[in-house]
Structures are given as structure tokens and as C-alpha cells.
């Protein structure tokens, strides 16, 4: 129904354009034999209209149904021929009344779609007030940087990697290829690993700090679930007091030399819907109710948690802004939303959530 009316839509400049023409009371070019054929069916429109035969949508459909055997076929392919045809005034009030439908039905459609994005920004914003377990995702989220990223400009090969993750986003291959073929180029051995940590720890996101230990104090357990890997992201768990075992990422293997080896591929992050793997593991062993997955990413948001909340800090991903169903700016807005410990109070506290996400400047990626 709506594409129908998004195609009404679109016909509204030849509406327009026709409306100039009645009005101007031109008159049509002389027309092939097909041509007066066709303004014959159309010239009886307007009137089987005014007696109540057919409706302003039927007219529609006849007179471009019509308008369509135009289009005749040659042996050097299809030829398409303008015609000028005139309207009567049935004919033409009878369009009118097809787009103002059509102006209703799309400004109805916008306030349904509002209101339930509305409804489903509410539902989760109650849900994190009672959440039982909350999972970051890490990279661009619990961290600033993209791990692989700046360990692949350590090792001078940042071009090319970021190419080959512009290309597994773009799903021309799986995340476990990519991910194979990134680290195949970075080739990370053993102590230029240990160099990369000491001369670039991972910066932590404004307020992450407080946050987990906000959820510490109120005895929800927290997850870190990520792509990255364990050398990178053990150090930040340490860090934010997040017990190792609640780490769920890749993990890096080396030769006895220390050279690369591969990546254990037995990790349920290691491959495409790995972060949906490790929710529903947390779901079957802890019968955890209430996960909330918080990430700045698309594969955070189709995790399967029982609720999402999109996160804009460090970057925002089009489509995570435009899909989540309660996206923030600053983790200081869902600390300001426990702090409150009302649901009752989440209204009261939208005009600050606007405030904290005018303060950040981020930079806009569509993924």
C-alpha cells in the first residue's frame, strides 16, 4: 500500500504540469490514430466519476493503464512517445483527491512510525532502570579508538586494513575472513604486540569509569563483548574492574619464536553473529532476564539482547542513530537515568539527555 502511494507521490508533477494546461485551456499537437484512441477512453473518465461508477482511485489506475499502451515495441527496441492529452474537469478534480489522500496517508504514516519509535524508546529506557546484565561492546564504545585499526598503523599497513574493513562491511566477505585477512597483513608478533600496549594503552570513553562502577554498586553484572582481542581488552576489564571471565573476544595465538600464528577460532566472537552467540550463552547459563547490549556498532545492535541502547560518543554509525531504539550521545545520560532510580522519572530527565548530547561533537560514519 504505501509503495502505491509513494508512486502516487511521485506522478505529482505531471499533475502539475497538466493543472497549467487546463487552466491555460491549451489545446493538444495533433495526435497519431493510437493517440485519439487513448484520449477517447480518457475523455469518459471524468464523467463515469461524477456518476458515482468508479472511484478517484480507479481513475487513477484507468487513465495511467491507459496511458501506458503508448509504449509500443520496435525491432530496434522500445520507443516511448510523449502525448499532451486534455482532462475534463471530473477527470481533474478526481486527481485532486487522489493526492490529497495521498498528503494524509504520508502524514499519518509519519506519526505512527514517530510514536512507536517513541514507545520503543520508553520501553527501553524502563528496561535499563531494571536491566540483570548490561555488555558493552568495546572498540568505538567502552574504548575511543578501533583497536585493529591503530595496531595495523603501528604496523604501518593502515590503508590497506581499513580497505579490507570497508569491504567486509560492505558484506563482500564474513567478519571471520576479514578478520583473518586483516590480521594476516598486520602480522603481529608476539613483542611488537607488547610495544603497541606500552606506547598506546586504550583510551577509555568519558564516563565509562563511572558508569560500571555505578552498575558494580547496584549489583548488575557487567559484560564486554567484542571483535577485538584478548591481549587488548584484558587490560581494560583490569582497568574497569570487570572480572576477566566476563571478557568475551578474540584471541591471538604466536609461535614458540613469538611470530604470528592465527586467531583461535573456536571463539564465539571470532565469526559473523558471534556477539548473538555470546548473548544467548549468557541467557541459557546465568538465566539472565533483562540484557541490555549497549554499542556504537550494527552487529551490538543485532545481538538479540532484550533491549539496545545505540551509543554516539565516538562515532555515530547512521544506521545504529537511525534504528536503535534509544541512542545516546554520553554515557553520562545513562548514568543520570540510574541515578534518578525512578522510572516515573524518565520524562523528567529528557531535557538533560538532549543537553549532554549537544556537548559532544562526533564524527559520522554510514556503515
Not at 566476563?246 to 609461535?255: D, G, K, S
Not at 560518543?313 to 554520553?330: I, T
Request: charged share 25%; with cysteine; aromatic share 10%.
Amino acid at each position: 500500500m504505501w509503495s502505491f502511494i509513494k508512486f502516487l507521490q511521485g506522478e505529482e508533477n505531471r499533475f502539475r504540469h497538466l493543472r497549467i494546461q487546463f487552466y491555460a485551456g491549451l489545446g493538444a499537437k495533433p495526435k497519431q490514430a493510437k493517440t485519439i484512441a487513448i484520449q477517447c477512453c480518457i475523455d469518459n473518465l471524468g464523467q463515469r466519476y461524477y456518476d458515482g461508477v468508479i472511484s478517484a482511485m480507479e481513475i487513477y489506475d484507468e487513465y495511467f493503464r491507459d496511458l501506458a499502451h503508448i509504449c509500443v515495441m520496435e525491432e530496434s527496441g522500445i520507443a516511448k512517445y510523449k502525448i499532451s492529452v486534455n482532462i475534463d474537469t471530473n477527470t481533474y478534480h478526481a486527481i485532486e483527491e487522489i493526492l490529497e489522500y495521498c498528503n494524509m496517508t504520508k502524514g499519518l504514516k509519519d506519526t505512527a512510525a514517530s510514536s512507536q519509535r517513541s514507545k520503543q524508546e520508553e520501553s527501553t529506557r524502563q528496561l535499563w532502570l531494571s536491566t540483570d546484565c548490561v555488555c558493552f561492546d568495546v572498540d568505538s564504545t567502552v574504548c575511543v579508538e578501533e583497536a585493529i585499526d591503530e595496531l595495523a598503523k603501528f604496523q604501518q599497513v593502515g590503508a590497506q586494513v581499513e580497505a579490507i574493513t570497508r569491504s567486509a562491511m560492505g558484506g563482500n566477505m564474513s567478519f571471520r575472513q576479514a578478520l583473518q585477512t586483516r590480521l594476516n597483513l598486520i602480522q603481529p608478533t608476539s613483542e611488537r604486540l607488547e610495544q603497541f600496549l606500552e606506547n598506546y594503552p586504550s583510551q577509555l570513553t568519558d564516563g565509562i569509569s563511572e558508569l560500571i562502577n555505578l552498575l558494580h554498586e547496584r549489583h548488575v553484572p557487567v559484560y564486554l563483548i567484542t571483535g577485538g582481542f584478548h591481549s587488548i581488552v584484558d587490560p581494560v576489564a583490569k582497568q574497569l574492574n570487570i572480572p576477566l571471565k566476563n571478557v568475551f573476544a578474540n584471541r591471538l595465538l604466536f609461535h614458540a619464536d613469538g611470530s604470528y600464528a592465527g586467531f583461535d577460532e573456536n571463539e564465539m566472537t571470532s565469526d559473523s553473529g558471534g556477539k548473538g552467540c555470546v548473548i544467548k550463552y549468557l541467557k541459557t547459563k546465568y538465566n539472565y532476564q533483562r540484557i541490555i547490549m549497549i554499542g556504537d556498532g550494527a552487529t551490538d545492535m543485532e545481538a538479540n539482547a532484550d533491549g539496545f541502547i545505540g551509543f554516539g560518543g565516538n562515532v555515530v554509525r547512521e544506521k545504529v542513530r537511525d534504528n536503535a531504539p534509544w541512542f545516546v550521545n554520553s554515557f553520562y545520560q545513562l548514568i543520570g537515568q540510574l541515578r534518578n532510580n525512578s522510572i516515573d522519572s524518565i520524562s523528567q530527565t529528557n531535557s538533560d539527555d538532549q543537553l549532554a548530547a549537544r556537548t559532544y561533537s562526533t564524527e559520522i560514519k554510514t556503515i
